[in-house]
């Protein structure tokens, strides 16, 4: 069944993927963007300019998908940030606005999203979280706050909107090959890449296929779930 | 649309629960009477909010079970 799918943060790395295979899968596809507009997608995505750090925007968004391809039936809530450092040096608003971008903004979306899927006793909510969430990662105090936090919202709406028969989910993925993870050293990558025991960094496409199964029809008796897809890194953390 | 206060909200819960006219009474309970669950309830506030311009607290709602009590609620606001 074609739905209305909205990714955010779809213009590159796990979130285009995420829009690639949810389009693949014959659902109509809308993305946000925040700084670049994406090149190359398909001319009939909606793509939508949103910080999901600003409701208004945020609001905007919504409306301008709602007036073009109707109410959002699956949202990918994938838009985040990163500000890595260690805690001693890290300051209170490097915590803050990681925990805004990801966590809040996580709430932001999905509590948009979540009035129209009442009506129509029809959602999907998958949250992008991290296998640092459960693990924790020396220098990512705020990024693995974050991607826990999202467990916790996630679990929740799972809760309230249940008899609505709304589903709400998380996928953790573990590294993935993103232009994210181009910056890093080929040593620090090789450490990674040592560490999983799949012995190699995700691709985009792996993390979004188990977000195109949770957002199908098929998926409909999983909520509240944490979906790993990190090559095993994360086994026994959760 | 009829000026009447308790015609708006009337119209509002019909819509929104899902009930016939003649069953949104003042003495109708949400629960028993209208079927409504707790996330009936807050849709039915968040739309009455918006028709009437009133805000509602969340802890205004505490013990609200009738249609009565919530159309006194918001009629005291107006």
């Known amino acids: 069944m074609s739905r209305v799918a909205l990714v955010t943060g779809g213009n590159r790395g796990i979130g285009l993927a995420c829009a690639r295979a949810l389009a693949d899968a014959g659902h109509r596809v809308a993305i946000t963007y925040r700084s670049a507009p994406p090149e190359g997608v398909p001319a009939d995505w909606l793509c939508v300019a949103c910080d999901v750090t600003d409701t208004a925007q945020v609001d905007a968004a919504f409306s301008t998908i709602e007036a073009e391809l109707g109410p959002v039936e699956i949202l990918v809530s994938n838009a985040g940030v990163t500000a890595d450092m260690l805690v001693l040096r890290m300051g209170e608003d490097a915590f803050g606005s990681v925990i805004d971008a990801n966590l809040v903004g996580g709430f932001r979306v999905a509590k948009r999203a979540v009035a129209k899927m009442m009506r129509a006793r029809f959602g999907r909510i998958i949250f992008l979280g991290s296998v640092v969430g459960s693990t924790g990662q020396a220098g990512q105090a705020n990024y693995a706050a974050s991607k826990a936090g999202l467990v916790g919202l996630a679990r929740s709406l799972a809760r309230e909107f249940a008899s609505r028969s709304i589903t709400v989910n998380v996928v953790a993925p573990g590294p993935v090959a993103t232009e994210m993870f181009a910056a890093v050293s080929d040593d620090t990558r090789a450490a990674i890449e040592g560490a999983v025991p799949l012995g190699r960094l995700a691709e985009p496409e792996e993390v979004a296929a188990a977000v195109a199964f949770l957002a199908s029809d098929a998926a409909g008796y999983i909520t509240g779930a944490v979906v790993p897809v990190d090559g095993g890194l994360g086994m026994g953390a959760t | ?78």
Not at chain 2, 24 to 40: H, I, P, Q, Y
Not at chain 2, 41 to 63: I, N
């Open chain 2, 1 to 78: 649309m009829s000026d009447d206060p308790f015609e708006r909200f009337k119209k509002c819960a019909v819509e929104l629960l899902n009930v016939q006219p003649d069953q949104v009474t003042k003495e109708a309970r949400f629960g028993d009477d209208l079927d409504a669950d707790s996330l009936d309830l807050v849709e039915l506030v968040m739309a009455l909010e918006e028709e009437f311009d009133v805000t509602v607290d969340e802890s205004e709602l505490e013990g609200i079970e009738t249609v009565g009590q919530a159309f006194d609620l918001i009629n005291a606001k107006l």
